[in-house]
């Protein structure tokens, strides 16, 4: 099992530029969440989703969107790159009852 | 709303030293508390975890124990390795009915285990 997988793990954007991120799992995960890592704020929530087609906003959710259309991908779209949004970002999968979200190894993106 | 407030760094220790990490929260409901490590370049790894008051994580030598008293889950470990340097983020969840399950996170604290 490849547990979750980020794709892809490096990129460098101009402002401006789009692009997409990709989540997968296999590991029959209902749940899916994009985080965001900055220097000294720790984690922060992105947006989230509940199954399949639903999707709903976390806590920094403006310039992003994101889509799930089948249960083992989640993808994170930024339509318009700011320098702002340089950062970490993490895919999370969880399964109620089980108290523990898997994290993917992460996407180091840069915004120029 | 929900936060997390554990140490900050950086903590720098040597080998077989004692470790706390001191961390406290507030939430509304009845949280379930984490401890996630990020060893260098990875992704967040589950170190322990408690799910309700006075619930005791342990997991590789690392304990911690949910004291609703208080609001606190400090992690601690008797003994550090080299191999325990990563970055340690403490974290909630809220569990009632109808909840996202998201996490919420302290900012993390960096420890360096030295020979």
């Known amino acids: 099992n490849a547990g979750v997988t980020q794709t892809p793990k490096f990129r460098v954007l101009k402002t401006g530029q789009s692009m997409t991120l990709l989540c997968a799992q296999d590991?029959?995960?209902?749940?899916m969440y994009w985080y965001r890592q900055d220097p000294g704020m720790g984690l922060r929530l992105i947006h989230y989703?509940?199954?399949?087609?639903?999707?709903a906003k976390g806590e920094v959710p403006d310039g992003y969107n994101v889509s799930r259309l089948k249960k083992q991908n989640f993808l994170l779209g930024l339509e318009s790159a700011a320098p702002s949004q340089t950062s970490v970002y993490f895919c999370?999968?969880?399964?109620?009852?089980?108290?523990?979200?898997?994290f993917g190894p992460g996407t180091r993106l840069t915004v120029t | 709303g929900d936060s997390v407030t554990q140490m900050e760094g950086p903590v720098t220790l040597s080998e077989e030293a004692f470790l706390t990490i001191n961390c406290t929260y507030t939430?509304?409901?009845?949280?379930?508390l984490f401890w996630y490590v990020q060893y260098p370049g990875e992704g967040l790894q589950l170190l322990l975890k408690?799910?309700?008051?006075?619930d005791k994580g342990s997991n590789k030598g690392f304990e911690a124990t949910y004291r609703k008293e208080t609001t606190s889950f400090h992690l601690e470990k008797g003994s550090v390795q080299v191999s325990d340097s990563a970055v340690y983020f403490c974290?909630?969840?809220?569990?009632?009915?109808?909840?996202?399950?998201?996490?919420?996170f302290g900012k993390g604290t960096l420890l360096t285990v030295n020979p």
């Open positions: 408690a799910t309700k008051a006075d």
């Open positions: 974290a909630l969840s809220e569990s009632s009915g109808g909840s996202n399950y998201k996490l919420t």
């Open positions: 999370a999968g969880y399964t109620p009852g089980t108290y523990e979200q898997y």
């Open positions: 989703s509940v199954g399949e087609g639903t999707t």
């Open positions: 939430a509304t409901g009845y949280p379930s």
């Open positions: 590991m029959n995960h209902e749940y």
